[in-house]
């Protein structure tokens, strides 16, 4: 199985033509989309978009990681191994970002192969496939990324996080895990402030309320969500603006 995601879109040719260049050099391999709606060259959204699907994959599958690609690149691609998984494309930084905090993480560059990116992608994919991928490339490292992280600040007891993605619907996922808020939040009050907007409700499925909300998303992280309404568009909030998302417990 091999997975594409990409900020390509869908408006051009460009995913058909690699899905075809796949097929016909891989004729039994299952190719799914995660998304081609990552904003353009946007390692960290990639970053999110990805390391919190990839699990839902069996072990062995090839992730292709297509963010700001081009035929026209002439690195050779790399193949970073970690979980169970081959996350293949170029290394921008991208693999520090999905492999953080997992351990055995192995980086390996494609070597001595002629032809355009893709062509080149495709072989790789192969190769990893095939269980060959060590007999095509040359160990390397990749280029460390410090990822977005939420914290918890113990003095003011409060967790501090970030904006991440803002979805189709204008909901908005931020960077605080499910976990960390269940953990630090556990009596169920708290204070969440986003801007000037301050938010004190929590449910666990969307509802009828009309104000903005906490909502723990099926992607593991807290989301800010409103009901028939569009929380970013109407607080001018923009994808991956720094912007803190701060959760206090209110103590007894």
């Known amino acids: 199985m091999i997975t594409l ?15 075809g260049q796949l ?4 004729s039994d391999v299952n190719v799914v989309d ?15 978009m990805l390391g919190a699907s990839y699990r839902s994959f069996p072990a062995g599958t090839v992730h292709l990681v297509l963010t700001g690609a081009s035929s026209f690149l002439l690195a050779q691609p790399v193949a970073v191994f970690f979980d169970g998984h081959y996350f293949i494309g170029e290394d921008t930084g991208v693999f520090s970002l999905i492999s953080s905090g997992h351990e055995g993480v192995t980086a390996r560059q494609l070597a001595g192969e002629e032809g355009s990116f893709f062509q080149k992608l495709v072989r790789l994919a192969a190769y990893c496939l095939d269980g060959s991928w ?7 490292d990749i280029q460390q990324r410090i990822p977005f992280t939420a914290t918890y600040i113990e003095t003011k007891n409060m967790i501090s996080g970030h904006i991440n993605y803002i979805d189709a619907y204008n909901n908005v996922l931020t960077n605080i895990p499910v976990s960390l808020f269940e953990e630090k939040v556990h009596d169920g009050r708290f204070t969440a402030k986003v801007d000037t907007l301050v938010i004190t409700h929590l449910h666990h499925t969307y509802v009828e309320d009309t104000e903005p909300y906490l909502i723990p998303n099926s992607l593991g992280v807290m989301e800010i969500a409103t009901y028939r309404s569009r929380v970013s568009i109407l607080a001018k909030w923009q994808k991956d603006k720094a912007v803190d998302i701060y959760c206090y417990r209110i103590n007894s």
Do not use: R
């Not at 995660?34 to 999110?48: C, D, E, K, P, R």
């Open 23 to 26: 097929y016909s050099h891989l």
């Open 5 to 19: 995601i990409s900020d390509w879109t869908l408006q051009e040719p460009y995913v058909a033509m690699l899905k």
């Open 34 to 48: 995660i998304t081609h709606s990552i904003q353009l060259g946007n390692v960290n959204q990639t970053a999110f």
């Open 134 to 140: 060590q007999e095509h490339t040359v160990a390397c």
